[in-house]
């Protein structure tokens, strides 16, 4: 082993590499391209409210405004909805671009680290189907783009220490490196905290080839150690207080927690190996520490690393893998809070990056084994080579057609695991708004059967019935939805609705007020808001909501349409003339909108000529 970490070249065509990943990637997912939005892609597509610039300001300022405190990723997503608006071809085809070049800087790191079979390695990852959920899934793009910034600092990373190491370079050019990797490790950060290993990755590489740490090693390192520890606390802060991941779900001992952690690590490593029965949402174990069997893995995992720890003197690799992949799934083990363990406690997209731990020490053993053949037997390890990516690619294919449909994914996902409450939620949800509402109610109830307390499955058997002119049951599901969830304001905001069709107006504002105040920058309370002091003839105020209406969503063309009604009915021509200008751009199909505007035009025009005629013109004497 070499006395510090070398770097050399990344061989002669990195270009050609990247185009071979490229098109790996573009191949093998070619499938999830055409596939819409899934669960929470409509929470980091960027929401109406946040598509202006000063949305942009709130995506960095403001705690809340989006799920997580990611505003890197959103601030992405935000420009990738001005070039392509709600189209999810564009940011499929990103993700995959994403993948293809973090499968890249995998390559370049591992080659320029001397590691045999850097370009197996690489190539597996690109095609491994365990990566499906991240790359197919856009919601997972903060997993792609931390992963360029991650292996990006990374490779920054190296090379200042070889700089520093072997004094090749001036003190600033050895810190502009450091600099440089420092700041890609915070846009890493800002992007998606679970990369906040980073460090203690590093230090693993090093140890791995010197087969020591000194302090010399640590202290250039407790900058990154302290950014990332202030970043994970505020992650584990707004996962507790802006999603929920808080409650008797979460309420684990210590004991559950390590029963989590030993347990995932040999799902994790046992999904990357058996690859048939990978789902989008994964049973939840029920936990049992009195269970003496569930400690049989947190058990396993401390032997191998004790066995590992042992033989190091004459096989460093081996634990430096294990290290890297138990190191990297760390944030998703079970010791933080972290709302997917509402369903299940593992999830593909938590290895994303972690699998390298292990692909990488099996590509360059099998590398290796290879290169001790010769002549035929040589052509054929190659061969044998060629036959795994290419069957891993037809797999990933397989795996990435589920996302390119809402309904195959969570037919798949309840067929693989029935008591999945959210899959039944969802399916009813996509059924729902297709209009085949036959179809979605058994799913609404059977999700509230497997799990009676779900604001969401009632909420939206609630708007089931309201739709079918049910809305006493309705606003029955909305009251059980909020006495489960007391600032659930889309049920205020429904029960306001029902109550509107019921003609109890008065009461129905009440309900507007609570969803405004649960969610100030929420469009549609003020919308209703505005349309229910219409009806009871408070124009002025109508108007004011209206406004705000569109201010959030500049988009919802029956804001526009309806304030510009009342603004023409109020006397103010002009300024309805803009808005229902609005409303035709929105919907240039909508005929009442196109004659509104004509008429409102002609009678400005009657206006203007009335205003502009003198007292002789008008039969008056001067």
């Not at 939005?37 to 809340?64: C, K, N, Y």
Request: proline share 5%; hydrophobic share 50%.
């Amino acid at each position: 082993m070499a006395s510090r970490p070398t770097l050399s070249s990344p061989g002669p065509r990195p270009l050609l590499a990247f185009l071979l990943f490229a098109a790996l990637a573009f191949i093998a997912y070619l499938p999830a391209l055409r596939g819409g939005l899934i669960w929470d892609d409509e929470a980091h597509v960027t929401r109406p409210e946040l598509q202006s610039l000063t949305g942009l300001h709130r995506i960095w300022f403001e705690l809340g405004a989006t799920q997580q405190y990611y505003p890197l990723l959103h601030s992405a997503f935000w420009l990738e909805h001005r070039i392509w608006g709600d189209s999810t071809l564009g940011y499929h085809l990103v993700n995959v671009a994403q993948h293809s070049l973090a499968a890249f800087l995998a390559y370049l790191i591992l080659s320029q680290l001397r590691i045999p079979g850097a370009l197996f390695a690489a190539t597996i990852f690109t095609v491994h189907p365990i990566e499906v959920e991240s790359v197919a899934w856009i919601a997972e793009q903060k997993n792609t783009l931390s992963a360029i910034f991650y292996l990006s600092s990374l490779w920054a990373y190296l090379r200042y220490e070889r700089d520093r190491d072997e004094k090749a370079a001036t003190n600033k050019l050895c810190s502009r490196w450091y600099v440089l990797s420092l700041a890609l490790f915070i846009c890493g950060l800002l992007t998606k905290t679970v990369i906040a290993s980073l460090p203690a990755a590093i230090l693993v590489i090093v140890w791995w080839q010197r087969g020591k740490i000194s302090w010399h090693d640590i202290r250039p390192l407790l900058a990154f150690f302290i950014v990332g520890a202030a970043f994970g606390l505020l992650t584990a802060w707004m996962e507790r207080k802006f999603i929920g991941a808080e409650g008797a779900a979460f309420s684990l001992t210590v004991a559950e927690r390590f029963l989590v952690a030993g347990r995932a690590v040999w799902f994790y490593l046992g999904k990357l190996v058996w690859l048939f029965t990978l789902v989008f949402i994964y049973p939840r174990w029920k936990l049992d520490a009195a269970a003496w069997w569930q400690w049989i893995f947190p058990g396993a995992a401390v032997v191998v690393t004790v066995a590992l720890w042992a033989i190091r003197h004459h096989y460093r690799s081996p634990l430096a893998g294990w290290l890297f992949f138990v190191g990297t799934l760390l944030p998703a083990l079970g010791f933080l809070n972290v709302y997917p363990f509402l369903f299940s406690f593992v999830a593909d997209h938590f290895q994303y990056l972690a699998g390298l731990g292990i692909i990488v020490p099996v590509a360059a053993w099998l590398t290796l084994a290879g290169q001790r053949l010769s002549g035929t037997r040589e052509r054929l390890g190659e061969f044998a080579a060629a036959v795994v990516v290419l069957g891993l690619a037809t797999l990933t294919m397989l795996q990435s057609a589920m996302y390119g449909n809402v309904i195959a994914l969570y037919q798949t996902t309840l067929a693989r695991n029935p008591e999945c409450w959210m899959a039944h939620n969802n399916l009813g949800a996509y059924f729902a708004s297709h209009n085949r509402d036959q179809e979605a109610e058994p799913h609404f109830r059977e999700a509230l059967r497997l799990r009676p307390e779900y604001p969401e499955a009632l909420l939206n058997l609630g708007m089931h019935q309201a739709k079918n002119g049910q809305f006493q049951q309705a606003i029955e599901q909305y009251q059980r939805a909020l006495a489960i969830q007391p600032d659930y304001a889309e049920a205020q905001l429904n029960w306001g609705n029902a109550l509107v069709q019921l003609k109890q107006l008065p009461t129905a504002i009440e309900h507007y007020r609570a969803a405004i105040e649960l969610d100030p920058h929420a469009a549609m309370p003020y919308y209703n808001l505005a349309n229910t002091l219409r009806d009871l003839g408070d124009s002025s105020i109508a108007i004011q909501y209206y406004q705000r209406a569109i201010e959030l969503d500049p988009n919802v063309f029956e804001a526009h349409y309806n304030l510009a009604l009342v603004l023409a009915k109020s006397g103010r021509l002009a300024e309805a003339i803009d808005h229902f200008r609005a409303a035709v751009a929105l919907r240039p199909d909508y005929p009442d909108a196109q004659h509104s505007l004509e008429l409102a035009c002609r009678l400005q025009h009657v206006e203007n000529q009335s205003s502009t005629k003198t007292p002789a013109e008008d039969g008056k004497n001067p």
